[in-house]
């Protein structure tokens, strides 16, 4: 039992040497909206949809650091609110579509993030703000 935990321990030791990419590029056009907006997504989904991600202190502690990082990555590849002003008027419009899509089905902020993060979680208020500026129908 005890050469297990040996083990055990130094294997964690041993994969913190395998450590993760944590950048911040930088913002070029970022998002355009009234600031009641941009605070929710900024509290919400700026860790994962963004340039200014907040990397916690368990972000560079293996193995949560390559499931943070991974989220960060997948995350910008699909939404970059700071690369928001270079879309087009037809993307940004489909984006929206999208992210109205997410939030009305409580897909998006990640349920993890939102168990640790309780100022991710979204109000009723919260989503309705973002189903106006979104220009969808009416909440489900
Ligand atoms: C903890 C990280 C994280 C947070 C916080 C987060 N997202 Fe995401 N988001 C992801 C990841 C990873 C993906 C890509 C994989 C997937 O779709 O699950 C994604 C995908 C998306 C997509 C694209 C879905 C598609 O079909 O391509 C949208 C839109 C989106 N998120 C909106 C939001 C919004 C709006 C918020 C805040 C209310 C938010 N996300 C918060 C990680 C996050």
């Known amino acids: 039992m005890k050469k297990v935990a040996i083990v055990f321990v130094l294997i964690i030791i041993g994969i913190q040497f395998f450590s993760v990419n944590k950048t911040n590029p930088p913002v070029n056009e970022g998002l355009d909206a009234p600031p009641e907006i941009k605070g929710i997504f900024k509290r919400a989904c700026y860790d994962c949809h ?28 699909h939404l970059n609110f700071s690369e928001w002003g270079n879309l087009t008027r037809k993307k ?23 168990l640790i993060h309780s100022k991710a979680r979204l109000s009723q208020k919260d989503k309705e703000l973002i189903r106006e500026w979104t220009g969808q129908g009416e909440a489900e």
Not at 105 to 113: A, G, R, S, V
């Open 92 to 114: 940004i419009a489909h984006t929206k579509e999208e992210i109205w899509d997410e939030v009305k089905n409580d897909d998006m902020p990640l349920w993890q993030y939102s």
């Open 50 to 77: 963004s340039n200014e991600t907040n990397w916690p202190w368990y972000a560079s502690v293996a193995p949560v650091s390559w499931l943070v990082a991974d989220d960060v990555e997948e995350g910008r590849k």
